[in-house]
């Protein structure tokens, strides 16, 4: 394959501006992927790439993705925070590759929350 | 950690956290030196002398979530472990400066590992950060600057997934 120029660049932005055209542009849903030293050292990497794979197949240009440090539950990393638009935060544990694909077509696409994952519901406080 | 990549994405995730809008990440694989070094620059926040003497402290932490902070030790043992060190510089309201060197050749070396998921997770996750990668492998140099990206793209996220395909398959043909 050609190496890719300055030109390919303005290619795709004329190609995402066509799309947002056609549709608003909002956000959806908000991924929150916990990446401090025990998240990444427990592979929220992996996680991370996996999600960003499903988004980039399913073209789901909605979702936007962040990442955050460690909230204090180590030994439950890696963890992703799910928030749909108007609903509450769902915090997910133990995540792996495998079990964030499952999240993304379930969840994040279809709104059926992942129980057997879940760790807790609403948003962290820190005192 | 396995491998160096995951230590500069937790490097890095501090620098965005200190509130860092640019964060430069300088690669230096030197056959002819046998050296192998990483340099992680950002404009933060910075921290006070003391503060640096307690960094390489795995119980010093400036969260309150939780009472050890390991990700410079971390770092820090791996380069001493192979034949190198780590070294940090910073300066309060002007950023920080963290620099680990590596025989290139010490058999207790971390490899690098995936550099490029690496660099994509942090322009995903850190939109409205800037981040510098220069790579030099003895005398090629490779160097991706979102800023000229972001300048091409105008309104569009840096991390819409068209770009950040682009982005991985400029640092992949690199």
Redesign the interface.
């Known amino acids: ?1 050609a ?2 120029t ?1 030109d ?3 290619k ?2 004329e ?3 066509k799309e ?1 055209s056609l549709r608003d542009g909002d956000r959806r849903v908000k991924v929150t ?1 916990h ?4 998240g ?2 427990s592979g929220a ?1 992996e996680v ?2 996996s999600l ?1 794979q499903e ?2 197949a399913a ?3 909605d979702v ?4 955050s ?4 539950l ?1 030994s439950r990393e890696p963890l992703v925070t799910v928030e749909i638009i108007n609903q509450e935060p769902i915090k997910y544990e133990y995540m792996n590759p495998n079990k964030m694909r499952q999240v993304f077509k379930r969840h994040i696409l279809q709104g059926e929350i992942q129980t057997p994952f879940v760790l807790a519901k609403g948003s962290e406080v ?2 | 950690m396995l491998e160096l990549a995951a230590h500069i994405l937790d490097i890095a995730e501090n620098s965005v956290r200190a509130g860092a809008s640019l964060v430069e990440i300088n690669i230096v694989e030197d056959e002819k030196e046998n050296l192998f070094s990483i340099e992680i620059i950002d404009n933060g926040c910075g921290m006070t002398q003391e503060e640096i003497k307690k960094v390489f402290d795995p119980f010093y932490t400036t969260k309150k979530v939780r009472r050890v902070g390991l990700g410079v030790p971390l770092l820090s043992d791996a380069a001493q472990r192979a034949g190198g060190n780590l070294e940090l510089h910073s300066v309060k309201g002007k950023g920080t400066t963290l620099k680990v060197t590596f025989e290139l050749n010490h058999i207790d070396r971390q490899p690098l590992g995936d550099i490029t998921g690496t660099f994509i997770i942090l322009i995903a996750g850190n939109c409205d950060t800037d981040f510098l990668y220069r790579h030099r492998h003895n005398d090629r140099i490779f160097k991706l600057d979102t800023r000229d990206i972001r300048k091409e793209i105008e309104d569009i996220p840096l991390n819409h997934p068209e770009i950040l395909k682009y982005i991985r398959q400029l640092m992949e043909d690199g």
Not at chain 1, 35 to 38: E, F, V
Not at chain 1, 69 to 72: F, T
Request: aromatic share 2%.
């Open positions: 394959m190496k890719l300055i390919d660049l303005k795709i932005k190609k995402v501006h947002m992927v990446m401090g030293t025990c990444i050292a990497k991370m790439d960003l988004i980039e073209g789901a240009n936007f993705v962040t990442t440090g460690c909230m204090g180590c820190i005192k």
